[in-house]
């Protein structure tokens, strides 16, 4: 096969798009049952009659509706979860935890920090769907915009004001970005 000047060749390794959607609703998949296990893990430490109980709580129910959408892509499509779940359920709940122990704006910290890396990881997504997956982009477009809406009640309750916010922040946006290339091919 002969190539024109203008045609480069796919690169050694580039996925084909059936690979591409595998890869994205497995990292989306790992990602979002991640995040309910934060927000377990925050709710365990901080108890019912927290006043941020039920904002955490808020938030983990629209995960929880994020998590069974991506359960049901998972099985509909053929796609292979991550072998990692088994880490996510314990890195997810001990980081939720771990901050809640540190005090709500901690806890809130890594929100905002988790969303983030979640909002520019799903923007890159619907940038790569094609038209041929409009329904696709147009779900994790609403996925984004709830993640987004995550971001700001934790900026709203302090996240920014967290002792060491930088740092803690810094620490679990690399750890947010290691597990999703960690999840793309494990």
Known sequence: MTQTPDQKPPRPGALNK???????LRVDHAGEYGAVRIYQGQLAILGDKHPMSATIQHMKEQEDVHLERFNQLIRERGARPTLLTPLWHVA???LGAGTALLGEKAAMTCTEAV????????????KVLGD??????????KFRQEELEHKQTAID?????????????????????????MAERV
């Open 92 to 94: 997810g709940f001990a």
């Open 115 to 126: 969303e983030t890396v979640i909002d520019e990881h799903y923007q890159d997504q619907i």
């Open 132 to 141: 041929d997956e409009a329904e696709l982009a147009e779900e994790l477009e």
């Open 18 to 24: 059936a690979q591409m959607i595998d890869r994205f």
């Open 157 to 181: 309750y302090g996240a920014r004001e967290a002792p060491g916010y930088k740092l803690l922040s810094g620490l679990i946006k690399f750890g947010c970005k290691a597990v999703i290339k």
